[in-house]
């Protein structure tokens, strides 16, 4: 089956400082990758829809200027955090969305991220 | 805009029982459905999705849903529960009319299985 990488899957940075995640779809074309927040016994929420070739397209609530993301080729989509603060800890999740797979979204296995 | 309610926030069920969680969309147009499963510090797995046509949908590791218009419900449902079976459910939906085909989740149901 499709599969989507993320890497990496845990991360601790110190407060200040920026870090990256990346979202790989492995062995299909994504045009469309999703960036999803989870707290800990929380749902998933949404925090922006990432185009290949084009800007990403925030939820309401979400700094486009604190979440960097980038979708520079059809397979990889990455999520910078800028300037984290410990309440950006969380569980980062991406999804994309295989389109010659009759749309189904595939999701990636997370990203810890603790700021410390 | 679309939302999706799962009731319930968690379900406990003895191996072997029916396992039944509930899930309802509210949108005058029926979205497509879809129920993802999550295990510990890992991403989600679809486990089954109602885009179209017959609505009994069966998915995965012997888990099947039936689509119904007339109560907005696509309810989840497993005949004998495993052990394995404990995770956290979540239903999720998107709209027909939205191109990016963009996922709006349920707050999930956490299954618990008693030996």
């Known amino acids: 089956g499709a599969v989507v990488s993320q890497h990496p899957s845990r991360v601790i940075c110190k407060s200040g400082t920026s870090v990256k995640i990346e979202c790989r779809s492995l062995?299909?074309?994504?045009?469309?990758m999703f960036w999803y927040r989870q707290f800990p016994k929380q749902s998933l929420m949404l925090m922006a829809t990432?185009?290949?070739?084009?800007?990403?397209?925030?939820e309401q609530g979400v700094e486009k200027d604190k979440f960097l993301i980038n979708h520079a080729s059809l397979t990889l989509s990455t999520l910078t955090v800028t300037s984290a603060h410990p309440e950006d800890s969380s569980f980062y999740i991406c999804?994309?969305?295989?389109?010659?797979?009759?749309?189904?979204?595939?999701f990636g296995e997370g990203s810890w991220l603790t700021v410390v | 805009a679309q939302s999706v309610t799962q009731l319930g926030s968690h379900v406990s069920v003895s191996e072997g029982a029916l396992v039944l969680l509930r899930c309802n969309y509210s949108?005058?147009?029926?979205?497509?459905l879809f129920w993802y499963v999550q295990y510990p510090n890992q991403g989600l797995q679809l486990l089954l999705k109602?885009?179209?046509?017959?609505?009994l949908v069966k998915g995965i590791n012997g888990f099947e849903a039936e689509f119904k218009k007339s109560e907005t419900s696509f309810h989840l449902t497993k005949p004998s529960a495993h052990m394995s079976d404990a995770a956290e459910y979540f239903c999720?939906?998107?709209?027909?009319?939205?191109?990016?085909?963009?996922?709006?989740f349920g707050s999930g149901t956490r299954l618990l299985v008693r030996p």
């Open positions: 990432s185009n290949e070739g084009s800007k990403a397209t925030y």
């Open positions: 949108s005058s147009v029926p979205p497509y």
């Open positions: 062995d299909f074309q994504a045009t469309t």
């Open positions: 109602y885009t179209t046509g017959a609505t």
């Open positions: 999804s994309a969305r295989a389109p010659l797979g009759g749309n189904t979204i595939y």
């Open positions: 999720a939906v998107s709209d027909k009319t939205d191109s990016s085909y963009k996922l709006i």
